[in-house]
T-cell receptor
Framework: DAGITQSPRHKVTETGTPVTLRCHQTENHRYMYWYRQDPGHGLRLIHYSYGVKDTDKGEVSDGYSVSRSKTEDFLLTLESATSSQTSVYFC?????????FGPGTRLLVL | DQQVKQNSPSLSVQEGRISILNCDYTNSMFDYFLWYKKYPAEGPTFLISISSIKDKNEDGRFTVFLNKSAKHLSLHIVPSQPGDSAVYFCAASGEETSGSRLTFGEGTQLTVNP
């Protein structure tokens, strides 16, 4: 257990509305990541952070933004949700060479 | 460009037998490889990893083999148990990969039949 929680765990929203997902960790890890999981694609990196206020894009960053104002929290925002962003979102932290994942947030955009 | 590929979407084996899950990669800069197991409605769980300086790593019933020349790795589970039924993802990273990001394969659904 890497001490990672995600909230909410489930969310249904409508197209065009903003959505923010939260990842919280308790063990002071420097690196945090946001992935999405879709059938046939495995997990794909959206954004990651290498410290407070330090973030960078992943392979599927369009339509997403992130913020990290304190070590323990990494926020993922969908500025204007679209149906293509219906997915399961996982947060992860890095410890040495290994990433450990949170329980996930299932998001449905109608 | 799928840099990490798991060509078998599913695998079914009998309890007690060996399960072999395969993974291929194309990026020669990858130097660290991991396997994750995922149950429905849960996050991926780290299983085992291997560095490119090794060709084998073993942890209990799980062994990962790395063939660098073929850019291929495999996960062996012996003996397989019904509780091993899950989706297995292989992942890779490299020293040159910014942020130590992981690149994942598509996953293989393993079903172990009692």
């Amino acid at each position: 257990d890497a001490g990672i929680t995600q909230s909410p765990r489930h969310k249904v929203t409508e197209t065009g509305t903003p959505v923010t997902l939260r990842c919280h960790q308790t063990e002071n890890h420097r690196y945090m990541y946001w992935y999405r999981q879709d059938p046939g694609h495995g997990l794909r990196l959206i954004h990651y952070s290498y410290g407070v206020k330090d973030t960078d894009k992943g392979e599927v960053s369009d339509g997403y933004s992130v913020s990290r104002s304190k070590t323990e929290d990494f926020l993922l925002t969908l500025e204007s949700a679209t149906s293509s962003q219906t997915s399961v979102y996982f947060c992860a932290i890095r410890e040495f060479e290994t990433q450990y994942f949170g329980p996930g947030t299932r998001l449905l955009v109608l | 460009d799928q840099q990490v590929k798991q060509n078998s979407p599913s695998l079914s084996v009998q309890e007690g037998r060996i399960s072999i899950l395969n993974c291929d990669y194309t990026n020669s800069m990858f130097d660290y490889f991991l396997w994750y197991k995922k149950y429905p409605a849960e996050g991926p769980t780290f299983l085992i990893s291997i560095s490119s300086i090794k060709d084998k790593n073993e942890d209990g019933r799980f062994t990962v083999f790395l063939n660098k020349s073929a850019k291929h790795l495999s996960l062996h589970i012996v003996p397989s148990q019904p509780g091993d039924s899950a989706v297995y993802f292989c992942a890779a990273s490299g020293e040159e990969t910014s942020g130590s990001r992981l690149t994942f394969g598509e996953g293989t659904q393993l079903t172990v039949n009692p």
